[in-house]
């Protein structure tokens, strides 16, 4: 065995027993399956209209309804309201067909409750001026459009998700995929600077050479990478298959088209390789794991961004921030890959945003090598930006 | 004789502050070579070159007849002197990945090592489990695991109880005596001026002394007098130095002085039980030789 294979299985096999490593591939799923389920849970409570007692005074005398109380005086409906009989009452004034005014009185102020209320008043009002009409077209003024979408290309027709689905697939996919490479090159920063602090770095570098350390290390935390995505999809696809109703939802709306899980796979591996290549050289500068985590949380900020401004991406998939997002190396894998799931990116995007990927890890892995190198053993002592410079040319 | 490594103007700064300064030396095959001098002389860094762990800023090294590669690095065995494993690994485990690291399977070798150091009984024992001078062990075992024709040992007694300072000692000697070439750097001059065929002294990063040590000691004169003693030493004629340490001194003579009417002046002074006319202690030729410089 090649000595960076050797260290490439000594790294996976050593991180793979890490409670950290656990916590990340079970825990935060969960986590968010959790908070997600709970989320919906709370849209089902909230969407029971139960509690709503409204009156009305009819000033205009056009208006019948028997879900609502009528009142003749205004007096008796304030007074109701007042001891709790009614939660609100509206008041229909004679010029309301000219002027559409509406005048409505609650015993409490809440937002959320002044929609409802308001839908319902509007179904009230609709029904009773539409009352001469048939009931389909009724329906039609209530809900003029249901859109279905469709993309025309020389492809053919697709059809296009909606609803949900459409915003999940992309969150989700970048959140994990974001998550990974940010749990397997933490690892590498973590086993950089504890093998410098711990000194065993000297004993390794007298059996293999700098870039055979950084190669075994960054391919064996990749394959971890790799291990933890593959384990999710596992999860997650014995878990639709366990459930049918899922599994229906799931084949009739999401559609992961092969060539995105490609691109996926070549965008997860470039960007790995960028944030591992940057971990190793943190590592090497810092003296501290606390100090290299600093650091690094700059770069991890910039791998964030595309999530942080996931909703821009999502609503405007080929604004400019998206465009600009999907181009830049740190950020282009989590951007592009969720404007690929939502549009059609044009093919020069995309090949501008991976050569500029591919470019950019090489030269990220040649400078990390030359940075581990020159400051490795410089202990407890970390080297200013000059210094750096100047061992970076000198190797 | 067949060389074993060879150094030639070796130089390296850090951040313009000189660190090695143009150092030669050569080891033979099958020497026991000790590289010598005080904390910060940069004995560490001459051996971080060696390894290729750092690159000089210029000068030449070739180990074993070649410059260094990834194979040659198979025929080293390094023990550095700021020790540290892998603490959540266990001993085999630590062993076998740092043998697998040179291209080794070790395992028969790691288990008559840990038999031969007393460690076998911890073998599945994590590191973290082992007390300084257990792991100090596992290190050394880690240094020779894959039978390394040239042996790299950087202080190797630091830390070790007399026990197992005397159980590295034989070792270092039985792997002298299979003809492994061996670099024992220390600042603990006394300890390898028994042990060495020959010595490089180096004093903030330039040699000072190179050459064997009976040679060395040799050129500087048998003005020492080695003496056990009770009673009051005060100043003696003749006697530029002396190193009391209670009933036992070593006097350093001025030079031409006759050792014979010291020891009347002695023997006037104190009762003395043991009186050796003797060559300096390698100790005290470093001491005079960074005093003169």
């Known amino acids: ?395 | 004789m067949e060389r074993s490594v060879e150094v030639s103007h070796l130089s390296k700064s850090y951040n313009g502050q000189s660190v090695v300064k143009d150092i030669s030396f050569d080891i033979s095959k099958g020497e026991v070579f000790g590289l010598i001098g005080p904390n910060g002389a940069g004995k560490t860094t001459i051996i971080r070159m060696l390894l290729d762990i750092i690159r000089p800023d210029s000068g030449e090294i070739r180990i074993l007849n070649d410059t260094l590669s990834g194979e040659l690095k198979n025929k080293i065995g390094y023990l550095p002197e700021e020790r540290g494993l892998y603490k959540k690994l266990t001993v085999m485990e630590t062993l076998l990945y740092l043998g697998a690291l040179k291209d080794m399977k070790s395992k028969e070798r790691a288990l008559m090592f840990l038999d031969k150091m007393g460690m076998f009984p911890h073998k599945d024992k994590k590191i973290s489990e082992l007390s300084k001078g257990m792991q100090q062990k596992i290190q050394l075992i880690a240094a020779l695991i894959h039978d390394p024709e040239f042996i790299i040992l950087d202080e190797p007694y630091s830390g070790l109880d007399p026990v197992n300072m005397k159980l590295v000692k034989d070792l270092i000697i039985e792997l002298g005596n299979e003809g492994k070439t061996i670099l024992i750097s220390t600042h603990m001059m006394d300890q390898v001026e028994r042990m060495c065929d020959r010595i490089f002294m180096i004093h903030k990063g330039k040699g000072v002394l190179y050459g064997s040590v009976d040679e060395i000691r040799s050129r500087y004169g048998k003005n020492t007098v080695l003496l056990e003693f009770e009673g009051e030493l005060t100043n003696i004629p003749g006697v530029r130095k002396i190193n009391n340490s209670g009933n036992y001194a070593e006097l350093i003579l001025d030079q031409g002085a006759d050792p014979r009417e010291i020891l009347k002046i002695l023997a006037a002074m104190v009762r003395v039980n043991k009186f050796e006319i003797s060559m300096p202690s390698l100790n005290e030729i470093f001491i005079e030789v960074v005093e003169g410089t």
Request: charged share 15%; no cysteine; aromatic share 12%.
């Open chain 1, 1 to 395: 065995m090649s000595k960076w294979a050797t260290i490439a299985k000594h790294e996976y096999l050593t991180n793979i027993k890490r409670k950290e490593f656990l916590f990340v591939t079970f825990g935060i799923p969960l986590f968010m399956f959790a908070t997600m389920g709970i989320s919906f849970l709370f849209m089902g409570i909230g969407s029971h209209d139960v509690g709503y007692k409204i009156g009305y005074i009819d000033r205009t005398g056009q208006f019948e309804t028997t879900n609502f109380t009528k009142y003749t005086n205004e007096e008796m409906a304030r007074k109701d309201l007042l001891d709790n009989k009614l939660t609100n009452y509206f008041v229909i004034p004679e010029n309301y067909t000219a002027t559409g005014r509406i005048l409505i009185y609650s015993s409490k102020k809440n937002f959320a409750d002044n929609l409802k209320i308001e839908e319902q008043i509007r179904t009230f009002l609709l029904a009773n001026l539409l009352k001469n009409e048939p009931p389909e077209i009724i329906q039609r003024i209530n809900k003029p459009i249901i859109g279905e979408y469709y993309t025309l290309n020389d492809k053919g027709l697709t059809n296009e998700d909606n609803g949900i689905t459409i915003l999940l697939v992309p969150i989700v996919f970048s959140l994990l995929f974001t998550l990974s490479i940010f749990t397997s090159s933490g690892f590498l920063l973590q086993g950089v600077v504890e093998e410098k602090e711990n000194r065993i770095i000297e004993v390794i570098l007298s059996s293999v050479s700098h870039k055979e350390l950084l190669q075994g290390k960054i391919i064996g935390l990749g394959a971890l990478g790799l291990t933890q995505i593959s384990m999710w999809l596992v999860v997650a696809s014995s878990l639709i298959l366990i459930n049918p109703v899922i599994l229906l939802l799931v084949v009739s709306q999401i559609h992961i088209s092969i060539s995105l899980l490609v691109y996926a796979m070549f965008y997860f591996a470039l960007g790995y390789l960028i944030f591992a290549s940057i971990m190793a050289g943190v590592g090497a500068v810092s003296t501290t794991s606390r100090e290299g985590q600093q650091i690094a949380g700059i770069f991890s900020l910039a791998g964030a961004f595309p999530l942080m401004f996931a909703q821009f991406i999502i609503t405007s998939p080929n604004d400019v921030l998206a465009r600009a997002l999907s181009i830049f190396p740190l950020t282009s894998p989590t951007a592009m890959i969720m404007r690929l799931s939502l549009t059609e990116v044009p093919l020069y995007e995309l090949m501008i945003s991976l050569i500029l990927l591919v470019v950019s890890a090489y030269f990220i892995m040649e400078l990390s090598v030359r940075i581990f190198r020159a400051s490795l053993l410089m202990y407890g002592k970390k080297p200013t930006i000059q210094e750096l410079i100047k061992y970076v040319r000198q190797s």
